[in-house]
């Protein structure tokens, strides 16, 4: 926590005046007319270090592959796989890894997304506000990276997820990762131009 006081005075000033402003995909907060419900559907119900939806860590990639259809885009080397789907500014991915010579089966190591709807039981996800994040997980800064003009944080919990948090405080992806583990460290890293806070001097 001692690393997010910077951010969480501003934080808590922005949840208390508003829900969250009424903007472009970067800050992911979903539109006015979104159903609301009391909880998150279990196809988008994510469980830190455990499942994302029909994702689930170290399951078999295969079904949810066919499922999703061709990537956008993605990345492969060394029995390690990126896949990467875009739609209606949003963006899906499934990081795998397959332990070639023993199980050639593309497990499911890594899930990310910027939808809003995806979210814990508490409602931890894209559009929620940092103040609510670090209400309900102890985060550590573990990267960040440049999108445009705004400068988004990789802020990791030790349950098994981290959340891409925006200058306006707000989070605009999450990541399910195993726990403890931090999700920049990857071999196909999500975002391959993002700065680990030890290495440069944060912006």
């Given at each position: 926590m001692?690393n997010?006081?910077?951010f969480l005075?501003p934080a808590?000033l922005l949840a208390?005046c508003?829900?969250?402003?009424?903007?472009?995909n970067?800050?992911?907060?979903?539109?006015?007319d979104a159903?609301?419900?009391d909880t998150v559907p279990?196809d988008?119900?994510?469980t830190?270090?455990?499942?994302?939806?029909?994702?689930i860590?170290?399951a078999?990639?295969?079904p949810q592959l066919?499922?999703?259809g061709?990537?956008?885009?993605?990345d492969?080397?060394m029995g390690?796989a990126?896949a990467?789907?875009k739609?209606?500014?949003?963006?899906?991915?499934?990081y795998?890894e397959r332990n070639m010579?023993v199980?050639?089966?593309?497990?499911?190591?890594?899930?990310?997304t910027?939808?809003p709807?995806?979210?814990t039981s508490?409602?931890?996800?894209?559009?929620?506000a940092?103040a609510d994040?670090?209400?309900?997980?102890?985060?550590?800064q573990?990267?960040w990276?440049?999108?445009g003009a705004?400068t988004?944080?990789v802020?990791?919990a030790?349950?098994?997820?981290s959340?891409?948090?925006?200058?306006k405080m707000f989070c605009?992806?999450?990541?399910?990762?195993?726990?403890?583990?931090?999700?920049?460290?990857?071999?196909l890293?999500?975002h391959p131009?993002?700065?680990?806070p030890?290495?440069?001097?944060?912006?």
């Amino acid at each position: 926590m001692k690393n997010l006081l910077p951010f969480l005075a501003p934080a808590m000033l922005l949840a208390a005046c508003h829900a969250g402003p009424r903007t472009n995909n970067s800050d992911a907060v979903p539109p006015p007319d979104a159903p609301v419900t009391d909880t998150v559907p279990s196809d988008s119900l994510v469980t830190p270090g455990k499942s994302a939806g029909k994702f689930i860590l170290g399951a078999d990639a295969g079904p949810q592959l066919s499922r999703m259809g061709r990537p956008d885009s993605g990345d492969a080397a060394m029995g390690k796989a990126l896949a990467i789907w875009k739609a209606n500014g949003y963006e899906t991915a499934l990081y795998t890894e397959r332990n070639m010579g023993v199980d050639d089966t593309a497990r499911i190591r890594m899930f990310r997304t910027t939808l809003p709807g995806y979210g814990t039981s508490g409602k931890a996800g894209p559009g929620s506000a940092l103040a609510d994040l670090a209400r309900s997980f102890t985060l550590t800064q573990t990267a960040w990276y440049p999108e445009g003009a705004d400068t988004v944080r990789v802020l990791t919990a030790p349950e098994g997820i981290s959340f891409e948090v925006n200058q306006k405080m707000f989070c605009t992806g999450l990541i399910l990762h195993a726990p403890g583990a931090d999700p920049s460290s990857s071999y196909l890293p999500f975002h391959p131009g993002a700065v680990k806070p030890a290495a440069v001097k944060q912006p």
